[in-house]
């Protein structure tokens, strides 16, 4: 064989030798470093990129939040299917060619965990979990197997399936893992421990993964070691990973903020130690590359202050925090919230303390994890202000009523001409400080004029100080004292600008008194001067001193200012409705401060409200549950008792009312048949009796609606009583059937119209031969008397009376009425005693 043809076969046999290699089913050598290398090389290489593209697009996109422990993780969100789409579908795409094409590869267990990867970060938890769960199952490569399990635990705990998650996490403790899988398997379990909030657990298999991280994993869980420390009291643990962390070559706001901690957990052992951390604070704060930083600093500051007991200068450092805040509304938001927290728990100044919460509430973002608690807390502290207001603008006005208007309008215009006076000086300053200002500003400027800078040989900048001088000081001689408003000697202006000045003074003048006088009228319509404005007045001191021991008691836990309060609501208000309310919190109160006191209170509700729900919750803490179930029980008997009332059958409902009252005596549902008792003896006994009955329960039920129903309804029967007394006194003349009639229909402004309208129509239609007329008469300021006139006998009056009665559209109060009984109607106006009259006689 020549050299020609054994070139010619070489090609050939390489050419045959891959053609042979290429084939996936064959498991010899050639085949094999064909497959592992193509795939490794092609597909695998690029599906793994797109892996990698998403974890670093998901890091990137979450802002650390170092005011929580960071994640080791970053989160998966269900948004990254859409944002991710593209990458995952290739890195799927290309993962399944290894799969497909090179079956014989070493690759492929590890592309099968690529695509559960790709699925996990597309939020396809199922599918995810099925792959992994495959991998485990059939792959033939142990650390790919570890690596399926690893990220099986990861998609458990993504999907809250913490038990499977604790299942996988007990397994592959006991598994002999390579060094990375050792690693990963760590800091799942860390991430596992952190998604229950167990730091103890977590910074323990953090500290483990310790001696496998690598340099670029190891500033951030450094820091984040560091933080779980000091979470959980370990400081000098604490301070000692930041320092590893500042150490590892962070990114300068990881380090930043790593400083900032170590700070903040630095061991104090004397005083010298507070002024090298406040050194430390300073230097942080001078320094350039820390001005966006700024507001946290000093948030940290104020915090070490803080807690080193410290109050005033924690205090300036928060406001210094929210003073350099400008792009940071959560640290903005948590200085205030800090400076509330202070003024509430520490120094008990609940006004200041409300300002500070509003302004957090306004601040902090809605998602911020605390912010319903605060906008509650927030919501407290405003009803006590407007309580707090409440009382000291009432009180004021109240003393104030007590003066004539006179001296009231005096001392409100003195009040009024001083506030203009404050106001005027606070505008003039503000004007010298802006003229100044533009003073010193022109001799800044750079004019090109006058061939140099100083500024008296400037013409333009002498000419703008002139302007400048002027309106700081106005025209002024260029003579000695030349400051001094009033000189012994006069100073001649020129007459017409004279006369301006006096002009434009005169109408300043007219402004300040007419904006005073308003001033004075605004306060001075304020003050109460009726009895009913004062007792108003009362009415809202009243509320507020109830509302204000309630808010003391219930949500700000200061006992003792709301006993004050209570007590002054019963002293000032002895016949205040909140009173057996009252006395029974003060007995609470006291029960175990001033048991004596205690007893006081309890022996008021029972000499004065024996039968209240405040009496009974003292005899029996039960009261309410146990009424509870017997009300339920008498609703039903109650049905029943008053089925048979409406029905009239008067003794069968007395049964069973006085079965109830016997059986339920301090049920709080009762007085329902207290209430329907006393209405049965209106329907069968004499008036008087009723009005008793209807007494007896008001004493008896001093509390709730059926308390105010039960007055309305003696308010009524004592109307009725009245009406009786006046028909006897309006002695209506007998009806004779043949005397004149009228008819009358009362209208009022928004029935007149239709009335007058339909009445014209049947007269016009049914009654056209008949001579009637139709006028109108006031009854009163809001109704009148459409009277038709004149019907010869009480028959024609009764027809007419019918046809009218049988319109629809007429709502209004008709009668007949005879001639001279009319008179005295008209006279007297007692159209209820007519109407019993008319009932009875037509």
Not at 13 to 19: C, E, F, Q, R, Y
Not at 149 to 161: A, G, P, S, V, Y
Not at 451 to 458: E, L, M
């Amino acid at each position: 064989m020549n050299i020609t043809q054994r070139t010619f076969l070489f090609p050939a046999l390489i050419t045959v030798a891959l053609l042979y290699s290429c084939s996936s089913e064959k498991n010899a050598p050639l085949n094999r470093a064909y497959h592992n290398t193509t795939a490794h090389y092609n597909a695998y290489f690029y599906a793994l990129a797109q892996i990698t593209s998403i974890e670093e697009g998901i890091k990137a996109s979450q802002s650390a939040d170092y005011d929580h422990i960071l994640p080791i993780f970053p989160a998966i969100d269900s948004a990254n299917k859409k944002i991710y789409k593209v990458e995952i579908e290739e890195a799927i795409k290309k993962a399944s060619i290894v799969i497909q094409y090179h079956k014989n590869s070493k690759w492929v267990d590890d592309s099968y965990n690529i695509i559960g990867q790709a699925r996990m970060y597309g939020y396809d938890y199922p599918n995810a979990i099925e792959t992994f769960k495959y991998v485990n199952t059939k792959a033939e490569d142990i650390n790919a197997k570890h690596w399926a399990l690893i990220n099986l635990m990861r998609t458990f705990i993504e999907n809250n399936e913490m038990s499977n998650a604790e299942a996988v996490s007990d397994f592959l403790s006991r598994e002999r893992l390579n060094e990375k899988n050792l690693k990963y398997s760590y800091l799942m379990k860390a991430f596992y421990y952190q998604k229950l909030d167990q730091k103890d657990n977590m910074v323990k298999s953090l500290v483990a993964a310790d001696p496998l991280l690598t340099k670029q994993e190891r500033a951030k869980l450094f820091f984040i070691i560091g933080q779980v420390y000091q979470k959980i009291g370990f400081e000098s643990s604490a301070f000692d990973y930041y320092k590893k962390c500042i150490r590892s070559n962070p990114e300068y706001e990881l380090s930043f903020y790593a400083k900032l901690n170590m700070a903040q957990v630095t061991q104090l052992g004397e005083r010298s130690d507070i002024k090298d951390v406040r050194k430390y604070f300073k230097k942080l704060v001078k320094d350039e590359k820390n001005r966006e930083f700024q507001d946290r600093i000093y948030y940290e500051w104020a915090k070490f202050e803080l807690k080193q007991g410290y109050l005033p200068e924690s205090l300036i450092n928060f406001n210094l925090s929210i003073q350099t805040s400008k792009n940071n509304p959560r640290i903005k938001g948590l200085a205030y919230l800090s400076l509330g927290e202070v003024y509430f728990d520490t120094l008990k100044n609940y006004s200041t303390a409300q300002a500070y919460y509003d302004s957090a509430v306004t601040t902090l973002p809605k998602n911020y994890e605390f912010y319903e608690k605060i906008a509650t807390r927030n919501e407290v502290l405003t009803r006590f202000i407007k309580q707090i207001n409440t009382i000291t603008l009432q009180d004021s006005l109240l003393t104030l009523s007590t003066k004539d208007s006179t001296e009231l309008m005096a001392l409100f215009t003195a009040e009024a001409e001083q506030r203009r006076a404050l106001e005027k000086a606070k505008e003039e300053k503000q004007r010298k400080k802006d003229a100044a200002e533009s003073f010193f500003s022109f001799n800044q400027e750079p004019t090109g004029i006058g061939g140099g800078n100083w500024y008296f040989t400037n013409p333009a900048a002498v000419s703008k100080g002139r302007i400048a001088f002027k309106n700081i000081w106005g025209e002024r001689a260029l003579e000695d004292h030349w400051r001094r408003s009033i000189k012994s000697s006069v100073i001649e202006t020129d007459n017409e600008s004279s006369i301006e000045e006096d002009s434009e003074s005169s109408a300043s003048e007219l402004d300040d008194k007419n904006s005073i006088n308003n001033v004075a009228s605004g306060f001075y319509n304020q003050v109460p001067k009726t009895k009913q404005e004062v007792a108003d007045a009362n009415k809202k001191l009243e509320d507020a001193f109830y509302n204000l021991g309630n808010i003391y008691h219930f949500e700000l836990e200061e006992d003792n200012s709301a006993i004050e309060n209570y007590n002054i609501l019963l002293n000032r208000y002895p016949k205040t409705l909140y009173e057996p309310e009252v006395l029974y919190l003060l007995y609470l109160i006291e029960m175990e401060e001033n048991p004596d006191k205690s007893t006081e209170y309890k022996n008021l509700i029972f000499d004065k409200y024996p039968n209240s729900l405040y009496a009974n919750l003292i005899l029996n803490p039960q009261f309410v549950e146990e009424s509870d179930k017997a009300n339920e029980k008498l609703a039903v008997e109650y049905k029943k008792a008053y089925t048979l009332y409406k029905a009239a059958d008067y003794e069968s409902a007395k049964h069973y009312i006085n079965t109830a009252i016997k059986e339920y005596p301090k049920a709080s549902f009762i007085s329902n048949f207290w209430l329907l008792k006393a209405l049965i003896t209106g329907k069968t006994e004499p008036l008087p009796e009723y009005q008793l009955a209807l007494n007896d329960f008001i004493i008896m039920f001093p509390e709730g609606e059926l308390n105010e129903y039960a007055k309305k309804l003696l308010e009524a029967s004592k109307t009725y009583q009245n009406r009786l007394v006046k028909l006897k006194e309006t002695r209506f003349s007998k009806v004779v059937a043949d005397q004149d009639h009228y008819f009358i229909l009362i209208t009022d402004s928004l029935s007149d119209k239709t009335a007058t309208e339909t009445v014209n129509r049947i007269i016009n239609s049914q009654f056209a031969n008949k001579n009637f007329t139709v006028g109108k008469l006031n009854l009163d300021t809001k109704n009148s008397f459409l009277v038709i006139k004149t019907f010869a006998d009480k028959d024609g009056a009764l027809l007419f009376y019918d046809i009218i009665k049988s319109e629809q559209s007429i709502k209004n109060v008709i009668f007949v009425i005879s001639k001279l009984n009319f008179e005295l109607l008209h006279q007297t106006k007692e159209v209820d005693t007519y109407l019993t009259f008319f009932e009875a006689n037509y």
